[in-house]
């Protein structure tokens, strides 16, 4: 039975108590013959100043780890000459002979160097300031598996070194090939990521420890879009938490880390300039491509091959004091084709045919500076702000065709039905023009200090961070239409070659009117049907949060440490979205000249003159910007849809705040010699959301009497307050007119244990509760209410659940990880994850209680109220992990050349079962990534692949081209990564990365089990291979 909440705030408080009543007990005198030790451990050939390095007194259970600025320090000592050992991955340890006198501190600084040459035979070393390419990647990798092996929990790290320059200063690119992780892409871009199958919603990301809003204010999952970080160190992923973590990551975390000012004792100017290719071409057209130039207008043209630069700058000034900026700024011209063919499954044959050709420039910029400031013994301050800007100006042209009505067909082609007595098809053809304009920006703030006092450990942090997202047409600065839309109708089409769709290819597609044959590419023969403006005026994302924490060693124990901390944030979120649409000279007929492309100077000739299909077809585009000037000159002829953008208006209004409130207990003991580590603890949290937005009331649109009750006419039916459509709308929908207050909050355990059965082999086990909040637009209250005139059986209330609480995941976990043993690094994990309360949607019958709590009367009783609710099912999601990375350098008997390979592979295997698991869906089963790299000298060549398997949707729902049983999914793809490096100076190094090598679409299908493989093509998206080329210098 699950315990009442007034039993656990007992527990708690009694636990908090306790354990605040044996800290503060006064520490056991120390032994009078006892001393410390302090020190810093450098890296002999990098000079950068070593953390995570384990620093013990042999023979004895003191250790200490070195923190970000390399120092460490040992109290209680017995006095004497002792034997001090500094060990980290990847290098080789060091001891040192130390003398402790009694009551006094000394002194001892490690320089740890290069755990094996690295010169290649046939090689002549390149004598550099820092690194050889050969030892930069070896210690980036040892750095990284330092920070995992001596983990409390179990999590991967990732070092920016170890996948080298990428350009975009995105931290998704650094995690594709961490087992258990999947990127999202949107298509080119990392988006976000889902961790062990769970949404994305469920996967928290922070900065430094911090979360940051996001710049997608409607969404909680991670934005990789607002955590670009110039300065970026290594990235962590936590697969199961600790009481000082979060709960609601559910998937897990992603944390990125920056450069500390601490990081070296000398200064240092690392400089990247490069420029960024986007292109849909074959490599061999490559040297072609870096030298295009053009674009759809001001805001796309230029060259393809645009410029960018990254700088960091780290100035330790004193040892008290350090500062780093950095600075970045990059613009990537994309080039995407987007193949979507829609199929009758049931009849078999292809109904509609869909191209479009995207470009986009994506322009971002990012600049930071952080303060890290020692003033006294045991106490670090840092501050730091940066700011994020995100630019997208993105060109759409949509090129469709429908065959109509009575359309026959097969695997490789579609023939329309034949014209009628006037000569006319039921094909349409249709030109699409989409301009948007996203402009993206983020602010970060945050202020830090750490503490060592008579025993005490602490900690506090603060931060403000503000995003906001707009997107703009129609308006000074941006003379376009968001979207164009016109048609030609009456066509006869006949379209082949579907067989070539898979491969970038789209159909051909012919067509006749009135018995002559017609060019459908032609946007002159047009109709201009209606032009719109959907616009964000303004969304924005306020995060405030503020963590505090305090541990101690136990007077009585000194392996066992308690900590206790508060963490509180606020956010606040601003939605603002609306379309407005005018429609084109809507009082003549279709076809009439007065409503023809080609009556008005329209097109975009050079873009069209540019672009062109793999099929050969060259569309004659719709500019917007040109049908916009006729709007300037010419209002007249459009005619403005008032009522549809008062709805739009009002359905995009919503705000929410959302307070989250923890307390947590943790305790860490080591035993056995410090081998055995456990974590163990609790975490509550409370969470309160305040919410409105629009409310959807037709039954406003009807007269009623005094008491509320409907108004009806002779013939029994609701008589409405107007005949005016705009006056209805205004009746109907109501801005933030829908209020919802919610709080929850629970208790949240864990418990983590790690077992060193040697010093590069680690076991580990643990257990964690943690939650998955409700998605953004499952808790900003919004209601549709259907027509009371309506059939009783579509009379429906469509509406937010008050009282949505958080899925929960009950979290296990075994894993093993073996670290260097004769250069292989292993590791496999077991996990399960048992998933309650996820949601659903629900349709019940509306009662008196569920009114009421709407502020709805009972005139609705008739009424079906569909809304989320948390499903009674449960889902077992158990799972695989396995890494293996092998290094032939200690291999001597291969040839000495092959001592700077090495190779590495893993996967991740899901399995979902549980009454639930047929609403559980949007994961990949299986992901199989695997790689090669070479390191010399002066060369680095790198090959990394990413195989994730198909990721299954939900079942569609049954229609008359819709077989039963048919599911949309996105099938398995096969993305390759390859870099290379080459250093021909001691300060400057050539490189080349390039991402998705081979064009790989993103390929999306549906799937019946009675319709052949043919028709399951849905979308694939060609975004094209992503280069980055450029030359790096250190200084």
């Avoid at 050889?132 to 330092?146: D, G, K, N, Y």
């Avoid at 893993?906 to 089963?925: D, Q, R």
């Avoid at 019946?1008 to 998206?1021: I, V």
Wanted: positive net charge.
């Amino acid at each position: 039975m699950k315990p009442s909440p007034h039993f656990r705030r007992i527990a708690v408080a009694s636990t908090a108590l306790a354990c605040w009543w044996l800290a503060s007990q006064p520490l056991a005198a120390q032994a009078a013959n006892s001393g410390s030790i302090e020190g810093r451990v450098i890296h002999a050939v990098a000079g950068t100043n070593l953390k995570q390095v384990r620093v013990a007194v042999e023979g004895t259970a003191f250790e200490a780890f070195t923190d970000e600025a390399g120092e460490f320090r040992l109290a209680g000592v017995p006095a004497g000459d002792i034997t001090l050992r500094a060990s980290v991955a990847g290098l080789a340890p060091q001891t040192a002979r130390v003398r402790v006198a009694a009551g006094r501190t000394a002194r001892h600084d490690f320089d740890l160097g290069a755990r094996d040459a690295v010169t290649m035979p046939g090689d002549q070393v390149v004598k550099l300031d820092v690194f050889t390419v050969a030892e930069r990647e070896l210690s980036a990798q040892a750095a990284a598996l330092q920070e995992q092996r001596i983990a409390p929990n179990i999590k991967n790290v990732v070092a920016f070194e170890e996948f080298g320059d990428l350009g975009d200063g995105n931290p998704g690119e650094f995690l594709k090939f961490v087992p258990g992780i999947e990127v999202a892409m949107s298509p080119a871009i990392p988006s976000g990521a889902t961790i062990r199958g769970m949404p994305g919603s469920g996967t928290l990301l922070l900065v430094d420890g911090i979360e940051i809003s996001t710049d997608g204010p409607a969404g909680r999952g991670a934005s990789f879009t607002a955590s670009n970080v110039a300065n970026m160190d290594r990235i962590e992923v936590t697969k199961v938490p600790t009481p000082d973590m979060p709960a609601n990551a559910v998937g897990g975390m992603i944390n990125v880390v920056g450069k500390s000012g601490f990081a070296r004792r000398d200064p240092q100017l690392n400089l990247s300039v490069f420029g960024l290719l986007t292109t849909i071409e074959p490599i061999t057209m490559l040297g072609r491509e870096l030298v295009r130039s053009g674009g759809a207008d001001k805001g796309t043209a230029g060259p393809h091959f645009r410029p960018g630069f990254d700088l960091t700058y780290i100035r330790p000034i004193n040892p008290r004091l350090a500062l780093t900026f950095s600075l970045a700024h990059n613009a990537r011209w994309e080039d995407k084709d987007n193949l979507v063919p829609t199929w009758n499954r049931v009849a078999l044959l292809q109904t509609q045919s869909q191209i479009a050709a995207q470009i986009a420039v994506r322009d971002r910029e990012v600049a930071s500076v952080r303060a890290d400031w020692r003033p006294l013994p045991g106490h670090s301050f840092f501050a730091t702000f940066q700011i994020t800007t995100d630019d997208v100006h993105t060109r759409i042209g949509t090129y469709t065709q429908a065959y109509g009505a009575g359309a026959t067909g097969g695997e490789n082609f579609t023939q329309g039905a034949a014209a009628n007595a006037a000569g006319l098809g039921a094909g349409t053809a249709t030109l699409a023009n989409t301009y948007r304009e996203q402009l993206k920006r983020t602010w970060h703030t945050a202020l830090g200090h750490r503490g060592e006092f008579r025993g005490w450990k602490t900690a506090a942090t603060v931060s403000r961070s503000h995003s906001r997202r707009q997107t703009l047409s129609a308006q000074p600065g941006h003379e376009y239409f968001g979207t164009v839309s016109a048609n030609f109708t009456g066509l006869v089409l006949r379209a082949d070659n579907f067989g070539q769709q898979r491969l970038g290819t789209p159909p051909t597609v012919r067509g006749t009117r009135l018995g002559q044959p017609v060019d459908i590419t032609d946007g002159r023969l047009y109709t201009l049907n209606s032009v719109t403006s959907p616009q964000e005026p303004l969304m924005t994302n306020d995060l405030t949060t503020l963590k505090l924490n305090a541990s101690r060693a136990l007077p009585f124990a000194s392996s066992t440490r308690l900590m206790a901390g508060f963490d509180y944030s606020r956010n606040e979120r601003v939605l603002l979205e609306e379309t407005r649409t005018w429609n084109f000279r809507p009082t003549f007929a279709a076809g009439t000249p007065e409503r023809l492309v080609g009556s008005y100077d329209l097109l975009n000739w050079s873009y069209s003159d540019q672009r062109s299909f793999r099929n050969g077809d060259r569309v004659k585009w719709i500019d917007p910007r040109k049908v916009y000037d006729l709007f300037q000159a010419n209002p007249s002829y459009f005619v403005s849809n008032e009522t549809s953008y008062h709805i739009s208006r009002v359905n995009g209004s919503k705000e929410l705040k959302e307070a989250i409130t923890a307390g947590y207990l943790r305790a860490d003991v080591k035993v056995l010699d410090n081998r055995l580590w456990l974590v163990a603890g609790a975490r509550y949290e409370r969470t309160d959301d305040e919410g409105v937005g629009g409310l959807n009331d037709i039954r406003a649109t009807y007269r009623q009497d005094a008491d509320g009750n409907l108004i009806r006419n002779a013939a029994g039916q609701p008589e409405r307050v107007s005949t005016d459509a705009l006056t209805i709308a205004r009746l109907q929908y109501r801005e933030r007119a829908s209020f919802a207050k919610k709080h929850y909050g629970d208790l949240y355990p864990s418990v983590n244990a790690s077992y060193s059965f040697s010093e590069n082999v680690v076991g580990r086990a643990a257990y964690a509760a943690t939650i998955g909040r409700p998605n953004i637009s499952f808790i900003i209250p919004s209601r549709s209410i259907t027509d009371p005139a309506a059939a009783e059986s579509n009379r429906t209330i469509t509406t937010t659940n008050a009282g949505l609480e958080p899925w929960t995941a009950d979290n296990y976990d075994l894993s093993f990880e073996s670290y260097s043993v004769k250069g292989a690094t292993l590791s496999a994990s077991l996990f399960r994850k048992k998933i309650t309360g996820f949601f659903i949607s629900r349709r019940t019958d509306a009662t008196l209680e569920l009114l009421t709590e709407m502020g709805l009367s009972d005139d609705y009783l008739d009424y079906d109220v569909i809304t989320q609710t948390n499903s009674a099912d449960s889902v077992n999601v158990d799972g695989v992990e396995w890494s293996w990375r092998q290094s032939l350098q200690p291999i001597t008997v291969l040839p000495a050349w092959t001592r700077g390979i090495q190779l590495w592979v893993n996967g991740t295997h899901l399995k979902i079962g549980g009454s639930g698991a047929a609403n559980f869906s949007g994961y990949s089963p299986r992901i199989l990534n695997w790689g090669a790299s070479y390191a010399s000298a002066k060369f680095l060549l790198r090959y990394n692949v990413s195989r994730i398997g198909r990721q299954r949707a939900n079942l569609t729902s049954v229609s008359a081209t819709v077989p039963a049983g048919t599911y949309d999914a996105q099938d398995t793809r096969m993305v390759q990564d390859a870099n290379l490096e080459y250093r021909f100076h001691r300060r400057f190094a050539l490189y080349a990365s390039v991402r998705n090598l081979a064009n790989e679409p993103r390929p999306l299908v549906t799937i019946s089990a009675t319709a052949p493989a043919y028709t399951r093509p849905r979308q694939y998206t060609y975004y094209g291979a992503l280069w980055t080329m450029g030359v790096k210098g250190t200084f």
